[in-house]
C-alpha cells in the first residue's frame, strides 16, 4: 500500500459519514464595526498639530519580542469543490471545518487520550520534535508536508493557541517597561520635587500595566487572535489582584509614614512592577505548562483549549516595534489621566470666557483651560491640600508641548465620558483592551464639574469650587 494511501485510510473513519459531501467555500474574515463616536453637547475637533503624541522626551523602548511570524508559512486558501476524505486537501480554516470533521470527539476519545501529553501524541502520530510552550514555537507546516489530517487540523490549532500564549507573554513585558519608562518620564516633569512620588496605590499601578498588556496584545495580534488574547489576559489578571498577587498591595501597606528619597521611590516601584510581571508571566506559563502536559482527552487538556474550533483559524502576531507608535499615545493618556487625579485633578465646565488666553481662557501657561467659540470654559483645576481649589499645575505647559496633551482633548475626552455614560470617571475598558483610537470613548476620563447647573453654582458661592463639586456634584475629589 502506498504512503498515500495509507493516509487516506488513516482518515477515513474519522470522515465516512462525509464521504458524499462537498462545500463550496470561500474565506471569510468577520467584519469589524469601529465603536461610532457618541453624540453629545461638546464635540471634539482636535487639529492635526494637537492631535499628535510628540513624545520627544521618551527614549525608543527596548524590544522585548522576536518575530512570532518567522516559521509561520501562509496557508492557501481552499477553492473549488472539497474533497473532505482527502487527509491532505487544503480545508477551510474557520470553526465550520473543525466541526464537520468531528475533531472534538477524535480528541475526547484518542486511544490512551487521557493519560497522552500533547508530546506523547506527537509521538504517537509520527511527528517528531514537536515541542510548544512559552519560548517556544511549534510549526505544523502544510497539510502532508509531512502531517497528514486529522493530526494536520489538531496540530495547526496547537501552533496558533501556542503562538497566543507567547504574544501575551512578551507583551506582558513589553508593558512593564512601557508603563516603567512613560511614567517616568511625566513624574519627572509633572510632579513638584516635594511632593510624595505618584501612584503610590499600587492596585492603580497594576490596573494601569494590566491594561497596557491588555492592549498591546489587542494590537499585536491581529482579528480574531486580540479576542482570544484578551480573554487569556483578563482571567490572568483576576488572579494576580488576589492571593499570592496580592502581595505587592499588602506589602505597600507598611508604615508609610517614612517619605522615601527619590532613588529609593523609583527603586520601589520598579520592583513592584518586576513583581507584577513575574507573576503574571508565571500564572500565564504554569498554565500554559498544565495544558501541555495534561491528557489530551481531559478538559484540562488541549482537548479543552481546542474546543468547537477556537484556534482553528488564521492567526498571526505582528512584531512589537511595528506597533509601538500606535500604543504609546494611549498608554502615555492612561497614565497622565492617573497623575492628574493623584493631584486630586477634575473637570470644571462653566461660562464667561473672559481672560487672556486663546478665546478667552486663563493664560497662564500652566494652566490646563480651553474656550469654546460659544464661550463655553472647560478647565483642569485640582484639590490642594486644605480644600481649595488651584488653577495651575507644577510644570503644566509640557502636557501639551512635550506630551500632545491639549487642554480641549483633556477636558472634552472626558466631559463627553460622563454625558454619554452617566457617572465620573467611568472605564468601559475594564474587561477589554482600551483601544488606540485616541478618540474612542473615555481614554481621558477625569471627574466633571459643571459649574452652570444652578445648584452647583449656588455652592461655588457659599463653600467654594471644591466643596460644591464634592458634595452638591457629587464627585470623587
Known amino acids: 500500500m502506498t504512503q498515500g494511501a495509507r493516509n487516506r485510510m488513516a482518515r477515513m473513519p474519522l470522515l465516512l459519514a462525509l464521504a458524499n459531501?462537498?462545500?463550496?467555500?470561500?474565506?471569510?474574515s468577520p467584519a469589524i464595526t469601529a465603536n461610532s463616536t457618541a453624540n453629545s453637547n461638546i464635540t471634539l475637533a482636535t487639529n492635526s498639530t494637537n492631535s499628535t503624541n510628540s513624545t520627544d522626551k521618551l527614549e525608543p523602548l527596548p524590544v522585548t519580542t522576536v518575530s512570532l511570524l518567522g516559521n509561520i508559512p501562509p496557508h492557501p486558501l481552499a477553492s473549488g469543490p472539497l474533497n473532505w476524505t482527502d487527509p491532505c486537501a487544503i480545508l477551510p480554516l474557520e470553526a465550520d471545518t473543525w466541526n464537520r470533521l468531528n475533531l472534538d470527539h477524535y480528541l475526547a476519545t484518542y486511544p490512551q487520550g487521557n493519560n497522552y501529553s500533547l508530546s506523547d501524541y506527537a509521538l504517537s502520530v509520527s511527528?517528531?520534535?514537536?515541542?510548544?510552550?512559552?519560548g517556544e514555537m511549534c510549526d505544523a507546516q502544510q497539510p502532508c508536508n509531512p502531517i497528514p489530517g486529522p493530526q494536520w487540523e489538531v496540530l495547526y490549532a496547537v501552533q496558533n493557541w501556542n503562538l497566543v500564549q507567547n504574544t501575551l507573554y512578551n507583551a506582558i513585558a513589553m508593558a512593564m517597561t512601557m508603563t516603567q519608562s512613560i511614567t517616568s518620564a511625566l513624574v519627572t516633569d509633572l510632579y513638584h520635587p516635594a511632593k510624595r512620588s505618584p501612584l503610590w496605590k499600587w492596585n492603580e499601578i497594576f490596573s494601569i500595566a494590566g491594561g497596557i498588556a491588555a492592549?498591546?496584545?489587542?494590537?499585536v495580534m491581529v482579528w480574531p487572535g486580540t479576542l482570544l488574547a484578551i480573554g487569556i489576559w483578563y482571567s490572568i489578571n483576576a488572579v494576580i489582584g488576589t492571593g499570592e498577587g496580592a502581595v505587592g498591595i499588602m506589602l505597600l501597606d507598611k508604615d508609610k509614614k517614612d517619605e522615601p528619597d527619590p532613588f529609593q521611590r523609583w527603586s520601589e516601584f520598579s520592583w513592584y512592577l518586576g513583581k507584577w510581571q513575574s507573576l503574571a508571566q508565571g500564572i500565564l506559563n504554569n498554565r500554559t505548562s498544565d495544558v501541555i502536559?495534561?491528557?489530551i482527552s481531559t478538559p484540562q487538556g488541549i482537548s479543552?483549549?481546542?474546543k468547537n474550533g477556537t484556534y482553528f483559524r488564521r492567526i498571526e502576531a505582528?512584531?512589537?516595534?511595528?506597533v509601538e507608535s500606535e500604543i504609546k499615545f494611549t498608554a502615555t493618556a492612561r497614565i497622565l489621566n492617573a497623575i492628574i487625579r493623584d493631584y486630586g485633578g477634575f473637570v470644571t465646565v462653566g461660562e464667561g470666557c473672559k481672560y487672556k488666553g486663546p478665546n478667552g481662557a486663563w493664560s497662564d501657561p500652566d494652566s490646563i483651560s480651553y474656550c469654546y467659540p460659544n464661550k463655553t470654559m472647560m478647565n483642569v483645576i485640582r484639590s490642594n491640600k486644605h480644600g481649595h481649589a488651584e488653577h495651575t499645575w507644577y510644570h503644566g505647559s509640557v502636557i501639551n508641548s512635550s506630551y500632545g496633551f491639549t487642554a480641549e482633548y483633556l477636558t472634552t475626552q472626558s466631559y463627553n465620558c460622563q454625558i454619554k455614560y452617566g457617572k465620573p470617571e467611568f472605564n468601559p475598558y475594564n474587561e477589554t483592551a482600551i483601544p488606540t483610537d485616541r478618540n474612542s470613548d473615555c481614554i481621558i476620563n477625569l471627574p466633571v464639574c459643571d459649574t452652570r447647573i444652578p445648584e452647583i453654582k449656588k455652592a461655588i458661592k457659599k463653600h467654594g469650587t471644591v466643596k460644591a463639586c464634592r458634595e452638591v456634584g457629587k464627585l470623587p475629589i
Do not use: D, P
Open 127 to 134: 511527528v517528531q520534535n514537536w515541542v510548544c510552550g512559552i
Open 318 to 322: 505582528r512584531q512589537f516595534q511595528h
Open 293 to 295: 502536559n495534561a491528557g
Open 215 to 219: 492592549l498591546i496584545a489587542s494590537v
Open 21 to 28: 459531501s462537498a462545500l463550496t467555500a470561500a474565506q471569510l
Open 304 to 306: 479543552g483549549v481546542l
